[in-house]
Each structure stands twice: as C-alpha cells, then as structure tokens.
C-alpha cells in the first residue's frame, strides 16, 4: 500500500470545527534495564494511565524497522511527511536551529573554521576554538563580506568552530559538493556543481572561500573556512493546504521551531517550561484547530542515560494532562518521535509509544501508558506516517474514500 | 513505505565487532489441531522459552498475507531481499540443490525425460522411470554430449525423470520460452527467444534437443527430453557489500546452502546433525560476524504430517541453546522461513514465529517462544523483509538516519 498519503488525505480533507492537539515527548520510548522498567513503566502518570483506558494505544514505526531516525526524519513522519522522500539538508537544519531565517530562493551551507598553511588544511577545526572566540571572527566575516556578484552573503555564528553561511540571489541550487577534504593534512578543496543548474553557486562559493582567506590572513588559527552541507528550502506541501488544518507549533528549542515552520505552521512565542507551554496553548485555543507541543527533556535526559529525571519529566507533563482536557480537544495525541532510551544514551529504533483519544475509540483494551500497552493496543504496530490520517479521521476531518 | 530496504540499510551501515546467529528452523510455524496445540507449544522447550522472556517476539510475513512461499523466498525475504523481486529460477535452485557448481556466465535449466512417438509427446514423464534407471540414461547423454557449436553441456541427474542441464559459454541467456508442450498428446515444442539477447541460447538448446532425440532414438521410453525453466546465475547484491557482514552458512541440505552462496555467505562444512552444526558453529566462532544456522527437520516432519517428531526436533534444538549463548553472540535470532503445519502437510502462508534476543530489547512482554506469545509480543506482525534492519539495530551496526 505504498501511497503518497498526502496525496490521499488531500483528497478527502473536509472543514470541521474540531480541535487536534498533538504532544511531542521527544524521545520517549525506552527499554528496560536490569533493574528498572521503562520510563514511562517508572513514572508515576495516573493522568496519562487515565487516559489510556479511553484511548487507542499503538507503537510506531517512524522510517522502518530497525532505523533510528533523527529528531528531523522523526518529527516529518508525525505529521504525515515520508521521511525518506523528504530529506531535509544538515544544512537548514543548522541554519534552522540557529534561527536563521531562510527564504525559498536561498541556499544554506555548514561552515567550519579551519587553520590552513601552504594551501594544505593543518586543523579542520582550527583548534576548537571557544564560541566566543568563534563568533568574534564570525563577526569580522559579516562585517567585510556582504555580497559576492549578486549574490548577498550572510553569516551566523554556531558552536565552537561552527558556522551557517546563507546565499541570497537569483537562479541558486544546492548540487555541489563539499569544499572540505574531510582530513586534516590535505590540501583545501573547492566545490564543484553536480549539475549545471549549480554552476553560479558553485562560483560564487569558490569566490565566497577565497575572499574569507584573504578577510582571515592574519588570524593565527581561524584562517580559513571549509564550507559544506547545502541545502536549498525545502518545498514541503503545507499543512493548510494538504490537511486543512490552521496549525500552531508550541516549541521552545529552535530546531522543532524550524521544522514546525518547514511545514506551515505558525511558531508561536512561549516560555522555556512545560507551564509555559500549556499556557501559550490556553491563550491561542481559539485562534487554531491544530496545536503540536513539544516537550524537550525527555530526549535530553535519555541522552545523558538519566532515567531517574527522564521519568521526572513524564510525571510533569503527567500533571499538566488536565489542564489539556479541560480545553476540551476532540483528538488529544500523545506521543514521541523516536526513542531515546537512557540505558543506549541516544535515539534509538525501538517503536514509539502512541496514544489518541476522543470520542471515537475503541477503549477499553488498555491499562496504561507504556511501550508494552501499547506494543498490545488496539492499532498494533504501524507507520508513524500513517498518524495524521488516524488524526484526521477521529477529527471527523476526512470523508469517506470510493462509493 | 516500499522502498528498497537494502538501498536504504547499505547507507546506513557501520562495521562494528558485534556478533550475530540467525537460527533458522525451516518450516517452524504450526497450527493447532483438535486435540493438540502447535509444536512449539507441545514442545518442552526450557531454554528457548527462558530466552523469550528477555527477548523481542514477533510474527513474520515471508511475502504477503496468505501467501505460501517455497524455501526460496522465505529465506531470501529473512536475508533481506525481496522475494518478489528477486525470482530464482527453479532451475537454478534445482542445480544448487543438486550441487551444481554454477558459474556466473552458466545459463542451466530443469529437464523431464520424456516418451516421444511421430513427433508428439505421448508421455512428458516417460513411465515415471526410477531415480536409477534415469541416472544411466543421463549417463548416456553426457559421454556423446559435451559441446554444441561452442557451448559446454553438462548433465546432472536428479530425482525419478528429471535431470538438470547446464550450458556454458559466451552470450547466453535466460529468457526462453519452455521447449514443454505441457499436455500428453500435444506435438513436441522448441524454444523461442523472449528476447534478442537469447536468440543464441534457443538456437543452442533446439539444437541440443535434437541431438538428445538421436542420441537417445532406441530407448523405449526416455527417447526424448523436455527442457524448461531457464535461469542464469541471479546477481545479487551480496552480505559483505550490503550489510558489512562476513557470514557463514552452516546447513546440511544443498539447496540451503546454494541460497546462502547465493547471496554472499561462506558455506562451512558440516555434519549432518544439529550437533554438528553447533560444533561447527563453534570452530569458526572467531571468523564470521554473522552466522546462518539452519535446521531442516521441523519442515521434513511437518511435510509428513508428524507433529510428535516435529516437537522432537524443536526439543532437541533446544537442548543446544545455552552452548550457543554461552558464545556469547551479540543478536541471537530464532525464526523461520514459513510456516509447515502438521495438519496441512505442507508450507502454509501462517505468519512465522520471530524472536530476537540481545542487550537492547523491550524484554518483559513474552513468557514463552510460541505462535500465540509471537502474535502479541513487543515486535507485532511485520513483514520478514525487515528482519535484517532489526538485526542489524539491536547489533548497533546501523548509523542514525537523518539530523
């Protein structure tokens, strides 16, 4: 059944009045460890547990069996993008999370800072400098180079070494490859157009590296910048297109801002709290139907291999899960976009716990909120890709399909 | 999602010094009958049943629902090839069960003795003569045929009428019409080109038949031979390519062992016990990084209906369990290709019990290794396609798909 389901879902998209809200727990999904269960096992939820007894639980599968997918792959499948159609480039994912503000004819690279001597790349990190060593020379960049051709050029600091360089101008493509020889003691490599569309932004950026020599040529370590990653904006169909859906993206940490934005929805301003967040969804309930809330932490603590605060988290959000009802959504989804158990420290391909409520579900099979209710629920195992139908259809939000 | 897994894990793949068995006991899956349960559950089976319960259980698909698959596709498909992409030929399966070392230019095909009279096909099975008096007439054939213009013919004797024929030599090729009127009664047939590339192959082959009816002109029934599924050796992508992956086979049966060359595996020698594959197994532990063990019998007895034998070979396997893990391996699977119900007396289309066993599983769902456990265990139902992107995730030899 390989079809584009957007394709589909356009088709049947109806206007209704009902509201959606789907919770993000970012990396939720756990496995147990010798003497502890998972972390939603661990938490103590009876919000949530509540609410599965009324809900349709399942566990999904956010690429394919046995990928582990970035917080990117797993955040389009949510919402109904095929991750593997729609790779979004490092590059405006970087320029994304640095809150780079990119336009539909722009092309975004990753830079590094890199010491050069000879023509030969000697550090390609240039001696990891600080952040603010970094964006001092950042700075003195932005300061002299503003445009090549027509081409404007802009500049964002990153981390440590790190960079974003943003080209503005007509008739850019993002064919090219790396001007990086990927090893330090090579000598420094341009890019080259993979294809002719490339050919003026391979130009330009070749330009663009030699006037940065020329800027850095006293700097003692930071002399040189090695620039890959391009990526073009993505053209992604938009949610108030494709699914009729006036969508807000609550989110505190840049990059689900930036992916939020990538598929048309409006990113609204809140607070660094999981409070924060419940109360910018309270002050804007009436202006949209579709409300995605990310909660951070539960990946960041699974990263760190924290289990013990990665549950703190759960039982937090758990308090707050009344406060949601009380609004009065028609779909209520709580989910995650990967797993991220703490006993791996990092994102991991176990299928992801998944939860809907409203008034259509065949409640009843389960008891709890965990990955092993869920891996029994009553959707079984499915594609996260497939959950924007499920939401549309408890949405009362598509019409029926054939005669 | 139907993309070409082994496009998207070859990417994906990072060497690592994990180690993994794949268990396979062909024709494992069984239903139950009115006075007793499937074979597994009949199966006193400690160990195996120990292992479910920190263990990932799940049930396969080989192909589609309700589809029956042949050996052929059940293991292609756990391999991580898609059975229904990649066909292999019965004629090539016929000659790599019958040891024939086939080479990459080798185009061979299946063949029937046959009773001919004035051109028409009286008999396309010639009496059924027996396995020996076949072998002397395929002797008859391969000391007065050895070449045709510039093409080696070699005959391989099989089972009662039929035999196997390979053709080697420059330009050959497989797509050819079956040179098998189908029917008794019917005039004899020739083969036709399905395309110009195979236009010499048919000549060869006509030719061929020709030379077999003279040859064989005074026999009283093996006077002729019909000759038909033609296949050249399949290309196809191979483990140390696609997964990074030094792999072994141990399997007694040849046509298991010219799957596992087939697709890239070092074929150890082996006894003809499970014992001995275990012995095996272990001698060549520090070689391989991933090792097919295969298991005949459970198909052999569920072929004949005898469910009793059938669970003494799962009991007897399981017996070996623990030296196997006392290897320590990294990701120990137990599986099947299909399933081979006692009641049915031959492959069905059941889903395949699955178990995965390593450091990183959601243990805890699973009591038992079984159909029923399987059908609601943490993995679900999946397609057997994928067992490989799982395999190679819970062995950490998958990178991060995506930002």
Partial sequence: MNYDRQEILKELVQPAQTKIVLLVMDGVGDIPQDSTGTALQMAKKPNLDALAQKSDLGQTIPVLPGITPGSGPGHLSLFGYDPIKYQIGRGILEALGSNVDVGEKDVVARANFATVKDGVVVDRRAGRPSTEESAKVVAKLAEQIKK????????????EHRFVVKFTGEDLDDQLTDADPQKDGKPIVYTEPLRPQAEKTAKIVNQLMNKIAEVLKDEPKMNFALIRGFSKYPKLPLFPEVYKLKAAAIATYPMYRGIAKLVGMEVLETGSTVEDEIKTLKENWEKYDFFYLHVKKTDSYGEDGNL??????????????????????????VTGDHSTPAALKSHSWHPVPFMIYSKYTRRGLSKAFDEFECARGSLGTFYAIDAMGLILAHALRLEKFGA
Avoid: A, C, M, T
């Fill in 308 to 333: 013990q605060d990665k549950v703190h988290v759960i039982e937090e959000v758990d308090r707050f899960i009344p406060e949601i009802l009380s609004l009065n959504p028609d779909v209520f989804v």
């Fill in 148 to 159: 090549i051709e027509d081409v404007e050029i802009r500049f964002y600091p990153g981390k």
